[in-house]
């Protein structure tokens, strides 16, 4: 990021801080601290899950493995009527705290909200509804599977999801709800940000540059963009910002095409996001993604549908080295991920159990077209540079499920999942597919 850059980013946030708090009243010393009342709303939930898979690939060690995934403690609270701010923790592989949210907001004006700190990255529908009772299946689909969860399948050359869902970045963002009116021309909400944005993979032998280090570890290896959120991110790794958008529009009710006369799609809302920037330690390497979404009520169905587009550049090593290298002296790759999803809900009769209960149909589909890699001799990732064809690569995924809210604070789930390799590597005896039976119990508090 040059010097003109950082300059105007700087300007528009000591701008906005300064013709806020001046035109604000004195506190007293009660009012001023951020403990002086008890008003605080504590909440969170932990999701037990059980997984069963009828033959074992080459990246699941365990056939039948019951773990606890998708742990969430939140605290909010209004510091004053104009400043609500929340705090949210995650844990890692590893059951470790992590830092997910940490945030406060300002209603500036009517309908406009800016939001300093690390926020939920407003990227897509699904990246919204990342906690398990927010959405009704145990695995996520294919484009935003979680690595922390039961729904990643890793096969080389094959796409890997373009974000895990809850994907949160520490940055400044600016919200716009429309306060008129619903037209259909114009937007509902607006939201527009900078961010420090997705980082490397720390799989990779890269690691965060240490004080003492001063530069970049001399590591062969490669630079690949951390999509399962495995840094916590409470730091930027590079120069360079990520700046992105996405746009709702509330259509209100259609009438349905190629249905009967009187079918009407309601609440039908439509989307787009745009993301990009650099990800890596020396600020060379791109990524971006972009999104559309659109969601629907056609009678007792609710669907829920993306299409996801992102191309990215990585490096990686070459087979034909004989000595190391720092990464930033291999070569650039690039390649692109398609991914796209559909999921139709609809209401169980009431005398199903529980309170409220739904089942579900899913399909998704992620696509990688770009340069094929080898395993070599001691199973570490290469690039043959010499004829390399290039590959693309699709993954579908088929699942369904049933989701019951026993009690007001326990839901319960049970689903089966099966993840079709269309073209796999005969070469790797990892399998073709998986079959999964999954039951899951969440609970809120």
Known sequence: MNKLNRLLIFCVVFTFALCHFVTQPALSAAEGSLFASTDWDFGGEISTNYRGIE???AEVEIENQLYISDVYFSLSKHLKKQFPFEMEFTTDLDGKPVLNQFNLHNFTAEGLQITF?????????????????????????????????????????????IMASGFSSLGVLGTWLNPGPTRVYLPS?????????????PLLGRGFPRAELLGVPNQQGGVFVDYGHERSSLADNNDSKTIGARVRFALGDLRAPFFAEGKELKGAQLGFSAMGGKYDLEDLLDHYAFGAEF???????????????SPQEYRVSQSTQTADLNTSALPKHRESLRGFYISNAFRLPHWFYGQESFAYLGYSLMTRLGDQFEFDEVKK?????????????????????????IEENFHFKVEYSLWDLNNPDTRIADGANIDQIAISGVITF
């Open 55 to 57: 033959s074992t690939p």
């Open 117 to 161: 700190g690390k926020f939920l990255v407003p990227f897509g529908h699904y990246n919204e509804i990342y906690k398990p009772s927010d959405f009704l299946s145990i695995t996520r689909p294919l484009p935003y599977a979680s690595p922390k969860s039961l729904d990643y399948v890793s096969r080389i050359n094959y796409a890997h999801p």
């Open 189 to 201: 909400r607006l939201d527009l940000y900078i961010i420090n944005g997705l980082g490397e993979n």
């Open 295 to 309: 969601v629907f009520q056609l009678d007792r169905y609710h669907v829920t549908t993306e299409y996801l587009y």
């Open 381 to 405: 990732i290469t690039y043959q540079p010499l004829n390399n064809p290039g590959v693309k690569k699709t993954m579908e995924k088929y699942t369904i499920g049933v989701r019951s809210k």
